[in-house]
């Protein structure tokens, strides 16, 4: 048998919402062009490659165009898929090395839970470019080390945007989260949308990595510790956040396997 890979939506319990990602736990290793050429083959958002360690695995996550140091869903589908196909048993915990550190994944019933790091933010001047970039009023703008992240006025605003993305590829740091409160009535805590121009994904479904900047975001303006949260993409995603002011966020999400098949590549 060749090189199996699998594609599975994350953050979601319904095939064709939340984030796909592939998934490649890799028969040997390969190079970092196999891996890129691979992903730009799949032409999805991450393309997650696995090869097993002692107690645990290698991962690294590429989008079409380059390699990232962190990716949420591509993590939560490769738990899944290590789970669902037999690599690891329901009560083993999945360790993962990476560019970002250990992180861990355990299922928990239908969910499973992510250990990230946090990744906080600081208050930063906008470049008069983000405003036209972005096209709406927003409240308050800061800064961490994947992007923007934009408190917008009210999460219709959210939901409607329609950034200018050739114009956000032109500021300093291409890629901006936008987030507000939810209306008084809904189930969620926050809503949110991820767009990155600069890792050449305009907008990514639900995305895990800014989770972790959003979960100190809020606990400062909410303080609590656990949220609903919800990616208001197209495709829409739903993630349970804890984070208690440490080090770490708890991310939980559901996955759900919707192709899986051969890669007829011939190795380098």
Known sequence: MGQIITQADAFTNKPFTGNPAAVCVLLTSQDECWMQNVAQEMNLSETAFLVR????????????????????????????????????????????????????????????????????????????????????????????????LVELESEELVRQIQPNFQLLKTLPIPNVIVTSLTQSDSQYDFVSRFFAPGLGVNEDPVTGAAHCCLASFWRDRLHKDQFLAYQASSRGGVVKVYYDGGDRVFLAGQAVTVLRGELFTAST
């Open 53 to 148: 360690q002692d107690d645990g695995f290698n991962l690294r996550w590429f989008t079409p165009t380059v390699e990232v140091p962190l990716c949420g869903h591509a993590t939560l589908a490769s738990a899944h898929v290590l789970w669902s196909e037999g690599h690891l048993s329901p009560d083993e915990v999945a360790r993962f090395y990476t560019k970002s550190g250990v992180l861990i994944a355990k299922s928990q019933g239908e969910w499973i839970e992510l250990d990230f790091p946090v990744n906080h933010s600081q208050a930063a001047i906008a470049p008069p470019e983000l405003g036209q970039a972005l096209g709406v009023p927003y409240k308050s703008v800061l800064q961490n080390s994947i992007g923007y």
